[in-house]
């Protein structure tokens, strides 16, 4: 079975601009959920989309979105880049409706603005 | 809000010790989950722990989550080169979300 992907690997924007991640999940999980990752933070939960709902929510401005489509496969954009969302996204799947769900994590992406 | 704290924070060990992390909260998780993770990749799911005072052995690596549900603990028993990384350790609160600690960066020296 395949693991979690994620598009581009790298990505380097400049200030101001905006970006789209991409991410899909193993196959048969409809939970995908997305980090962002920095030294400083450590892993910080953004958000988690279900069946194309979002359900959790973290600590992030408006800036961050996301959105899940019918095949669970999930999207992250980030509008006005400023240089401290320099960071790796990652995104990890799940199967939930266990008592216990797991999370799988892609590669991440790993983003620098300049 | 929820914080799970890890220590050590930084572990340099030579190849054959043993050596034990710690995962540490002041709220109660549904379950524990530890992970490794090597630079540039994502996290690799190692162990899930559900129960008050169960202990899981994976080949040299024995994990355990305190009976309270609030902490837990990795034990490597000879260290070797390839278990360096970032071990990271994420709560599950109750399907919300998950809470990772910042991580215990090992190095273990041939």
């Known amino acids: 079975k395949a693991g979690v992907t994620q598009t581009p690997r790298y990505l380097i924007k400049t200030r101001g601009q905006q970006v789209t991640l991409s991410c899909s999940p193993i196959?048969?999980?409809?939970?995908v959920s997305w980090y962002q990752q920095t030294p400083g933070q450590g892993l910080q939960f953004l958000f988690e989309?279900?069946?194309?709902?979002?359900?959790n929510k973290g600590n992030f401005p408006g800036r961050f979105s996301g959105r899940q489509f019918s095949n669970s496969r999930s999207e992250m954009n980030v509008s006005t880049l400023e240089l401290g969302d320099s960071a790796l996204y990652l995104c990890?799947?799940?199967?939930?409706?266990?008592?216990?769900?797991?999370?799988?994590f892609g590669p991440g992406t790993r983003l620098t603005v300049t | 809000t929820q914080l799970l704290e890890q220590s050590p924070q930084f572990l340099s060990i030579q190849e054959g010790e043993n050596l034990t992390v710690y995962c540490n909260s002041s709220s109660v998780f549904s379950s524990l989950q530890w992970y490794r993770q090597e630079p540039g990749e994502g996290p690799v799911l190692l162990v899930t722990?559900?129960?008050?005072?169960e202990v899981k052995k994976l080949k040299r690596l024995t994990f355990q989550f305190g009976d309270a549900r609030k902490d837990s603990s990795l034990h490597i028993t000879a260290a070797q080169p390839g278990d360096t990384g970032l071990y990271l350790c994420a709560g599950d609160n109750y399907g919300q979300n998950f809470v990772f600690g910042p991580g215990t960066r090992l190095s273990v020296l041939p």
């Open positions: 196959s048969g999980h409809r939970s």
């Open positions: 722990v559900v129960t008050g005072g």
């Open positions: 989309y279900f069946s194309e709902t979002q359900r």
């Open positions: 990890a799947s799940s199967l939930v409706g266990t008592s216990s769900y797991e999370q799988y």
